[in-house]
C-alpha cells in the first residue's frame, strides 16, 4: 500500500507540473513584437512541408510549440517534429472518427458553456471514470485513447472558434472528482498518460485546470506537492475538496448559467430549454410582414423550425402570430426575439 501510494503522489506530481508551460493569454497571438513574428515566420516555413494534417497547419495551433520554448526556432522546430511524430504514431489523424461509444456514459466528459472570456469549458465528471474497472476489462489503453481524443476535440474546438473570427486561444478545465481516488498502479498509468499527453502534445492549450471535491487523499498529495511547484503551475492548477472553496472560483471563471448545479451553476440551461419543438417548413413566399399561426400539419419533433432559410424556435402548441420580420432565438438558453435584416 506505502508504494501504491508512493506512485500515486510520484504521478499527481508529474500531472501537475504538466501544467507549467507558459500560459496563452487572450492578447498573446494579437500581440507578438516583431522579433516574435519573424521567429514563427521562420518555424512555420521549416515545418510547413512536413505537417500532413491540414488542420495542424493553423499557425496558432504551431505557435503554442513556439511559445513554449520561449520563442527560440530551433528547440520549437525540433519540438514540433516530435509532435508529428507522435501523431503519426498515434493515428491521431483519425482518432476523432473512431467509436467510443462504448465508453461515454462510464467515462464522461462534455464540453459544455464557455467561461467569461468566451473560452469553450471542457467538463469532466472524473469521479465516475472507474479506471481500475477498465483495468480489470482489458480496456485501459482504450480508455487512454479516449482521453487523447477529449484533447484533441479541445484543439478542434479551438480552431473553430478562432476560424470564427474569435479570439480563443484556451480551454477550461473543470473535474469532479466526486471524493473518489484511487491509488492503483492502473490509475497511477492513466495519470502519467495524462500529464504526459497534456504537456508535451498540448503545450499551454489549458487556461486553467480545477478539481472540485477532491478527495482527502488527492488534498494531502497535492498540499505536499505545492511547494514544489513553480509559480505558474500553482496559478493554473488547483483542487479543493469544499464547495465553499471552490464554488467562488468556479464561478469567476464562468457565470453560473454556464455550469451545471453539480459544478456550482444555476441550471438555467435545463430550467429554460423548452421541453418539445415542432419543426415546420415555411412557403419561401410569406414576405415580411405577413403572420402564421402555430405549428401547420404534419409536425415533427425538433429543437427549431426553418423560416426564409432563417431559425425560428417556439414552443409547441404555441397560438402567437409570428411574423415573417421576426426570429427567436435561443441565447443563453432563454428565448429571445431578434430583429431580421
Known amino acids: 500500500m506505502q508504494f501504491k501510494t508512493i506512485v500515486l503522489f510520484s504521478c499527481l506530481a508529474t500531472v501537475a507540473m504538466a501544467t507549467t508551460t507558459t500560459k496563452l493569454r487572450m492578447m498573446d497571438h494579437t500581440g507578438l513584437t516583431g522579433e516574435q513574428r519573424a521567429a514563427l515566420d521562420e518555424l512555420m516555413k521549416r515545418v510547413l512541408p512536413k505537417i500532413k494534417e491540414d488542420w ?19 528547440d520549437a522546430e ?18 476523432l472518427t473512431e467509436d467510443f461509444s462504448d465508453l461515454k456514459k462510464d467515462f464522461p466528459y ?27 476489462r482489458g480496456q485501459i489503453d482504450r480508455v487512454l485513447r479516449y482521453y487523447d481524443r477529449m484533447l484533441d476535440e479541445a484543439e478542434h474546438k ?45 503545450p499551454g492549450s489549458g487556461a486553467r485546470m480545477v478539481l472540485i471535491n477532491s478527495p482527502s487523499l488527492f488534498s494531502s498529495a497535492m498540499s505536499a506537492i505545492r511547494p ?23 464561478l469567476d471563471w464562468a457565470d453560473p448559467d454556464q455550469l451545471s448545479p453539480s459544478y456550482g451553476g444555476t441550471g438555467v440551461k435545463a430550467k429554460f430549454w423548452p421541453v418539445r419543438f415542432m419543426e415546420t417548413r415555411i412557403n419561401p413566399g410569406l414576405g415580411p410582414g405577413q403572420n402564421f399561426s402555430g405549428p401547420n400539419t404534419n409536425p415533427i419533433p425538433s429543437k427549431r423550425i426553418l423560416l426564409n432559410r432563417k431559425i425560428l424556435i ?28
Request: positive net charge; aromatic residues 14%; charged residues 25%.
Open 110 to 136: 462534455k464540453f459544455d458553456g464557455h467561461d467569461k472570456q468566451g473560452r469553450p469549458l471542457l467538463i469532466m465528471d472524473f469521479g465516475s471514470w472507474d479506471l481500475d474497472g477498465a483495468a480489470e
Open 314 to 341: 417556439f414552443k409547441k402548441n404555441s397560438t402567437k402570430n409570428i411574423s415573417c420580420n421576426h426570429t427567436y432565438i435561443i441565447k443563453k438558453w432563454r428565448l429571445k426575439k431578434i430583429l431580421l435584416v
Open 56 to 74: 495542424v497547419k493553423d499557425e496558432l495551433y504551431v505557435l503554442k510549440f513556439l511559445r513554449a520554448k520561449n520563442f527560440n526556432v530551433d
Open 78 to 95: 525540433l519540438y514540433f517534429i516530435g509532435h508529428l511524430f507522435w501523431r503519426e504514431d498515434n493515428k491521431m489523424s483519425a482518432i
Open 228 to 250: 514544489l511547484l513553480s509559480q505558474d503551475t500553482n496559478d493554473i492548477f488547483d483542487n479543493y475538496a469544499d464547495e465553499k472553496e471552490w464554488k467562488p472560483i468556479l
Open 158 to 202: 479551438l480552431l473553430d472558434l478562432q476560424h470564427q473570427g474569435k479570439n480563443v486561444t484556451q480551454f477550461v478545465w473543470f473535474l469532479n472528482q466526486d471524493n473518489k481516488a484511487s491509488v492503483s498502479l492502473a490509475a497511477a498509468r492513466a495519470y502519467w498518460h495524462s500529464a504526459t499527453v497534456y504537456e508535451k502534445q498540448h
